[in-house]
């Protein structure tokens, strides 16, 4: 998806608004027909673009992440104090995501890779070399890699092509007697069924983890993401719902996965608990069995840079706010659009609060709709809204995943996975609206339904 930034955060008003014109289009009444839309030419036909809000101004709505004088403000404050003190942040920003997340345990990581590698090293507590691990083939490289490290071998999951999360059902067809462990990914903030991998995982005795790189906020049941699971992770990199540029954080319920977590690539934690020290707060406790390995740690070095704690936390401030603000404006353009036929978004379950990360995935079927999604995506753009055709990596069809010297044993590769092909092939990516703009959301569903009411007129394949 094109994605516009605009680094010097240019406001609006409605005042500027109504001056640029484009409160003619906004003041239209909603759900106008197909038949009204119809009248005027499509854009990419020579027609009028039905999104007029000025383009420096939609940068600024569609801006992330969404820095200014309150970041800078804690920047350099974090600067301009005592340099072998500012660590204390990274203890900081851990209290403060324990107390958000409810999670007993948790630490601070480089990015979310470093937690992920973390977290499988946690793992080989009581997991042998050669322990397969099932994951959505849907994800990140860096979910699924890095638990070659440790002997672990991943068994590809589907998705579910309603939600584009983790299928249970598929998963039931792929177990194998070597499974130990299962990773929920809450694509896009949508979280997984957790109810339902659990009641799995339950029956065939496997560790649940959680993959929250996507999903800063969202819950289920009330209950956070990164709780559904005895160890998760999150991402704090540059597009993530709670940016820090880039930052990590592992979640941990047990005592034991967070000690074993810490030492392998936290040195600091293990020592001595010097009062005063800007470690202490986040010292392991004085029983720890841990607590020896003074010094050395397990032999990486994973902390997070406090400046990226210090981001973090100023963002975590406004995250509930902002993660309402994204709701609101994806829940209006939605409500409409998933009217026109064809247009369906990501199923969230009653109990679920989702988040939006990245971008709102809009599902199209071809065939429903009348019309390809290339053709959809090439005239939606020339009205003026920012979309992209969603390719998500799936991870099976990764050269490294094919070769076995990189595994303890041979990975089984599917040649396909049908979840994973159809949501990328109906997927939509449309930016997400970082701030309250009605007249913005309103010229956005008019662009969709004026190439709606034109679809007979563009190419079906
Ligand atoms: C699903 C998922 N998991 C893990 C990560 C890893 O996070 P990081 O980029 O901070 O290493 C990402 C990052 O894009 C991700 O999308």
Not at 401 to 417: F, G, I, N, R
Request: glycine residues 8%; charged residues 20%; positive net charge.
């Amino acid at each position: 998806m094109k994605t516009n930034r605009n680094h010097e955060g240019i406001g609006f008003t409605r005042r500027d608004f109504i001056k640029t014109g484009g409160a003619v289009v906004g003041s239209m009444a909603a759900g106008a027909s197909l038949a009204q839309t119809k009248t005027e030419a499509l854009a990419i036909a020579g027609g009028s673009p039905a999104v007029t809000f000025p383009k420096e101004q939609r940068a600024a709505i569609y801006k992330w992440p969404p820095y200014g004088a309150d970041e800078k403000a804690a920047l350099t404050a974090a600067i301009e104090s005592d340099s072998t003190g500012i660590y204390k942040y990274n203890g900081d920003l851990e209290d403060k995501w324990k107390q958000y997340n409810g999670v007993p345990f948790c630490k601070s990581h480089m990015n979310g890779t470093s937690a992920l590698t973390t977290m499988y090293f946690a793992l080989t507590r009581e997991l042998p070399p050669g322990t397969e691990i099932m994951v959505p083939s849907y994800t990140f490289f860096g979910a699924i890699l890095p638990m070659r490290f440790f002997g672990f071998v991943p068994v590809f999951v589907d998705i579910d092509p309603k939600t584009a999360t983790l299928s249970v059902e598929h998963a039931s067809k792929v177990i194998t007697p070597k499974c130990r462990a299962i990773m929920a990914m809450h694509s896009w903030g949508l979280p997984c069924e957790m109810d339902k991998i659990n009641d799995f995982a339950k029956e065939h005795g496997l560790i649940v983890l959680e993959d929250c790189a996507h999903a800063h906020g969202a819950s289920m049941q009330g209950k956070k993401v990164g709780n559904w699971s005895r160890l998760g992770i999150y991402s704090f990199q540059a597009t993530k719902v709670l940016p820090g540029i880039e930052g990590g954080m592992g979640v941990y319920q047990q005592r034991e996965d967070f000690e074993r977590a810490a030492a392998f690539g936290h040195y600091e934690v293990c020592g001595k608990y010097i009062a005063g020290s800007p470690y202490a707060a986040n010292a392991l406790a004085p029983d720890s069995p841990y607590r020896k390995y003074q010094g050395t740690g397990l032999g990486m070095k994973l902390r997070m840079h406090p400046l990226a704690a210090v981001l973090i936390m100023a963002q975590l401030e406004k995250l509930e706010k902002q993660n309402a603000t994204i709701n609101g404006q994806v829940r209006k353009l939605n409500d409409r659009v998933c009217q026109l036929p064809g247009l369906s978004e990501p199923v969230c379950r009653k109990d679920q609060e989702r988040v939006y990360y990245n971008s709102n995935i809009l599902f199209l079927d071809q065939a429903k709709a009348g019309v390809s999604r290339a053709a959809v995506i090439k005239a939606l753009a020339a009205e003026g809204v920012s979309v992209g055709a969603g390719n998500y990596p799936e991870n099976h069809k990764y050269a490294v995943y094919s070769e076995p010297e990189w595994w303890h044993h041979a990975p089984t590769v599917p040649k396909t996975l049908a979840g994973c092909e159809e949501v990328n092939s109906k997927a939509m990516n449309v930016a997400l609206f970082r701030r309250d703009c009605p007249e913005l959301v309103e010229q956005y569903a008019r662009a969709f339904e004026k190439v709606w009411a034109h679809r007979d007129a563009l190419p079906k394949s």
